[in-house]
């Protein structure tokens, strides 16, 4: 039995990549799937404090990679879910000290235990990144929809084009519906023209995920968020299954009117 | 003239293959189908590009790597290639592509050997088997009637120094090409048309010198005949060509057709009024010029050689050419397209693009959607227009709403950008004669 390895990047930093990453871990595992969260943002990791899990770190993966400790040892499971393991980042070490190598041997071991194994990458198109992609099968873009990121995002599919041959999914993190409404900001469409790669799944723009982020829960596991259901698709469509897009048109009255009399 | 031909200390298989070659003998036809099967032709398929080998020696290394014998974690660690996560079972559909989207089509078969000719310097590159045109000797010339040769409906060509049985180690880092490549350093067949000769390695000069030998000793033989020269993948310049020309002027001979297969060569042979045929390595004729349709020399970077590139240009991507470039697909911002000829969009151009990049101020840029960052032709240079309060974000992210097809040139210093006139008769060429 062997698991997929994601890899969740984006190439330019706070788009949400460590946030997507954290939800799309709770979402698979609250649909059945054994779940590892791997962080290779080293030397600035986030992924544990995402998760909440960050007063349970003993050892991480640079430990793990130079023999101080066992993989089993360096894992964090995560209490809320049935099966969610977090291998840590060093957060005083620098990315440099982990080689592609050594990621690709943690997640051959790691793909023995769980279907999914989500990696997290850091900013950037450097060393990290390189770390970060050589384990993957499939790669997630996640961007938002102004252009400094589209710019990065389109950058990061052409390396991965070029020097990977991956053709990566994409997130599209805090969409606004308001705005591309009131035509100040480009629409889905507009986002996919550009970059023309397949659409994984769309997160509306919601200011109670960043309060959640900030307190250790990732909205996946909480039933009162509506932007759950985003990652809950996401998740589904990663593990295979066709879900249609969510419409986040919301119609004003009259709208709602036309939509009433069947227009 | 039967007797051998001594060119360099290398002659041991090279003097039979020579008579047989000037006498048009039959036994080097028997010898030429019991060299076809051992001849290897390298396909793009079969070799995997740098990524991929990369990533194939990661995984490879990770078996006895101390970093994963640091944990036997729960499961014991299976060493079967098939549970890597990503090595196998990818890298044989990556490597069942030919051409990967992106990758220009005219040198898909060449860029996955390796380095492509245009960064190699002259005296590194070696024409590989699979490269050079196919040789129409065996259907042009009477087939002797020997039990030995086969039916090749596939006709590569097999030249003589493409022999199994030599092992002299060459100077290049032996690959697996080096067994195939040419010896020699020219070949020279006679054909029912006239004479073919093919250029193998080494110094043009001694090229020409051992030219000259060959032809003062067998003179008579070949006068007044046309010569096809094939170059195969070797960029010959200007004044090679040229010298090589008056080399058959002075043995009353002459240039009819040069063959190659790099574009350097066909731009060299169109600058000097020859004609020549530019063809994929796998044989088939890409572009042909003739000094007709070429009268003006330098006209060959506009109306000669284009180069086709299919897929996106993404950001950061830069696309470098001397010849026009017609690409198939987006040009989107942070992409750089820049050609000394004409650049031609089937698609959206978003990025930067730069047109007649060596001074040409006649070239042009036409594109299905026309909206670049920035745009220059020669050395005239114009930014796209502001974004207008109303619409969303830059205006090189908007979304097109019926465009229409646009070319740019340059009149009078200034870049002017008008709609296609479909109903404009003669199409882009009749444009170009009317600009400037």
Known sequence: ?263 | MSEPVKIEERTDTLDVADAAHINGAAELHTRVADLLDDVTVVTPSENLTAATLAKENLHAALDGSPAASTSALFAPQPSAPAVTPSGQPDTMDRTARTVLPGEPLVWSARRSTGASPMDLPPFLQQPSVSEREPAPTKKETPAPASEAIEPQPTAQSPTPQAAPVQTEPTSEAPDERSAVVANQLLNIRGRSDGVAIEIGRGAWGEVISALKERLDQSATFFRNSSVALDVGSRPVIEDELQQFANVLAKHEMRLGVVRTSSERTFQAALAVGMTVTLESPEGAAVAAATTATSNVAGRGTEDGGYFVYRGYLRSGHRLRRSESILVIGDINPGAEVISDGDVLVWGRLRGIVHAGAAGNRRALVAALDLEPTQMRIADVTTIGPDPKPGQPGRFFWRRSQHKRPEIARLVQQEIVIEEWDASRPGGFVSLRRGAG
């Not at chain 1, 360096?74 to 980042?89: H, I, K, M, Q, S």
């Not at chain 1, 052409?158 to 606004?176: A, K, M, S, T």
């Not at chain 1, 799944?201 to 109670?208: K, L, S, T, W």
């Not at chain 1, 809950?232 to 009259?254: H, K, S, W």
């Open chain 1, 1 to 263: 039995m062997t698991g997929t390895v994601i890899t969740v990047t984006s190439g330019k930093g706070g788009v949400g990549k460590t946030t997507t990453t954290a939800n799309l871990c709770a979402a698979l595992t609250q649909l059945g799937q054994r779940v590892v969260a791997v962080d290779a943002d080293v030397g600035l990791r986030n992924l544990d404090l995402v998760m909440g899990l960050e007063n349970r770190i003993v050892f991480d993966s640079i430990d793990v990679a130079e023999g101080r400790c066992t993989l089993q040892q360096a894992l964090v499971r995560d209490p809320r879910a049935e099966f969610l393991y977090l291998l840590p980042a060093a957060q005083t070490r620098d990315k440099t000290e982990i080689t592609p190598e050594q990621m690709c041997a943690i997640c051959k071991q790691l793909i023995n235990i769980a279907d999914y194994v989500l990696i997290d990458s850091p900013a950037g198109i450097e060393h990290g990144f390189t770390t970060a992609i050589a384990p993957a099968d499939r790669v997630l873009i996640v961007t938002t929809s102004d252009v400094s990121a589209l710019r990065d995002a389109d950058k990061v599919i052409y390396l991965l084009e070029r020097d990977w041959h991956r053709q990566p999914g994409l997130v599209i993190n805090r969409f606004n519906q308001r705005l591309v409404s009131s035509g100040e900001m480009r629409g889905i469409d507009d986002v996919l023209d550009i970059l023309a790669i397949d659409l994984m799944g769309v997160v509306p723009e919601d200011e109670r995920l960043m309060l959640s982020t900030d307190r250790g829960t990732p909205a996946a596991f909480d039933r009162r968020m509506y932007v759950r259901r985003a990652y809950e698709n996401i998740a589904r469509r990663v593990m295979g299954n066709n879900v249609p897009l969510t419409d986040y048109y919301r119609p004003g009255f009259l709208g709602w009117l036309a939509r009433l009399f069947g227009r």
